[in-house]
């Protein structure tokens, strides 16, 4: 079952260990933790294993593509993206120089200990492998009236006949982004069950340490007290922006009126309007209006409201219903829904909520 598990989230069976610790780890869980889908490889990886991940895959790629893979790594390794923007905009001036003027030798030539380069790219992951990649390779010459020589990125000449292609180097460069890991939603349909309302959560979903999470529980308990204390509306306020801030994902599902459960996780700042993607994307008919009502009744009609915003973090049973006017017409025609609404191809698989 560990191999299995191991195989299906996109993890190596070689480390039959780890699998085996996650596993009893996450027993229990309402999920086993937060997965995200890179899009390089495909694969499926755990939170803590993502960075790593990418940066792998990224590194793979330079095999094949040097100049693609040594452009993820400047936007996509290094965290600054004020310096990464600034380093971009420099390296993209080098290259209008000598598209602009061939001829010139002096732009095709690169002090590596020029103030700018120093500052501005050699501070940036990457970058050294992008001139390489280009074109460039690095040449000790000598310095004017001295018996010195100082290191430079010196253009090949075969480079001077494929000005063009510089260009389109530039182009990519400067419009791409860091290579971002896909949030996995682990969709999951379950059975009918009196549990669909109880959650337990791995720590991934909380933005807070394990330490954090006692002092939680902890302040919990002085609930009614602090409830009873007369407060400002700018103290609220503050305590709702702190509660907001506390989780990264919320864990949510959605009962249908057969009572099948449709679950998926979600960033906790992401929109409503991804909740209804998610759950249209799984009906059998999805071009019927439907709402989705939150605990307590309340329909969902701000789709642009964050799930922290509208109170759905870190989890919520949510409750789906056709819209009653539809309903009421296909009722008035003598047509009668049949069967779940939820496709086949997910009920095939359907789970035990336990």
């Known amino acids: 079952m560990a191999e299995a598990g191991a195989s299906e989230r996109g993890l190596s069976t070689d480390h039959k260990g780890h699998v085996s610790a996650v596993e009893e780890e996450t027993a229990g869980l309402s999920v086993s933790g937060v997965y995200f889908i890179c899009p390089l490889t495909g694969a499926t990886v755990r939170k803590d294993q993502k960075e790593a991940h990418i940066k792998e895959a990224i590194l793979l790629h330079s095999s094949r593509d040097p100049v693609a893979a040594s452009i993820m790594e400047i936007h996509t390794f290094n965290r600054d993206r004020e310096k990464v923007k600034l380093g971009v905009e ?14 010139e030798e002096k732009y095709r030539k690169i002090k ?28 000790m010459l000598p310095v004017p009236g001295q018996e010195t020589t100082e290191e430079y990125y010196v253009l090949k000449k075969e480079a001077l006949t494929k000005l063009e292609d510089l260009k389109d180097y530039k182009e990519q460069l400067l419009s791409s982004e860091p290579v971002k890991a896909r949030l996995d939603r ?3 349909v379950f059975k009918p069950s009196p549990q669909a309302a109880q959650f337990e959560l791995p720590h991934d979903f909380y933005n807070l340490t394990a330490e954090e999470l006692k002092r939680e529980q ?9 409830a009873s204390m007369l407060r400002t509306k700018a103290m609220r306020e503050r305590e709702e922006q702190r509660e907001m801030r506390k989780y990264n994902y919320t864990l949510l599902r959605v009962r249908f009126p057969d009572g099948y459960i449709l679950q998926g996780t979600f960033y906790a700042r992401e929109a409503v309007s991804e909740l209804y993607r998610f759950v ?9 209006p439907f709402e989705l009502l939150a605990p307590g009744g309340l329909k ?7 799930f922290n915003e509208c ?8 409750t789906f219903a056709w819209d009653a006017a539809v309903m009421a017409d296909i009722k008035a025609s003598g047509e ?19």
């Open 90 to 103: 420099t390296i993209a001036k080098y290259l209008d120089n000598i598209h602009l003027h061939p001829e």
């Open 112 to 139: 590596l200990q020029n103030k700018v380069f120093q500052e501005r790219i050699n501070c940036l992951e990457g970058t050294h492998e992008f001139f390489q990649a280009i074109g460039f390779e690095k040449e």
């Open 186 to 188: 682990q969709l999951c």
């Open 218 to 226: 902890r302040l919990r308990t002085e609930a009614v007290e602090k």
């Open 280 to 288: 249209r994307e799984a009906l059998k008919d999805d071009w019927m």
């Open 300 to 306: 969902l009609t701000e789709e642009n409201l964050a």
């Open 311 to 318: 109170g759905l973090v870190p989890s919520a049973l949510l």
């Open 336 to 354: 009668e829904q049949k069967g779940s609404p939820l496709k086949p191809e997910l009920l095939s698989a359907v789970q035990i909520l336990s």
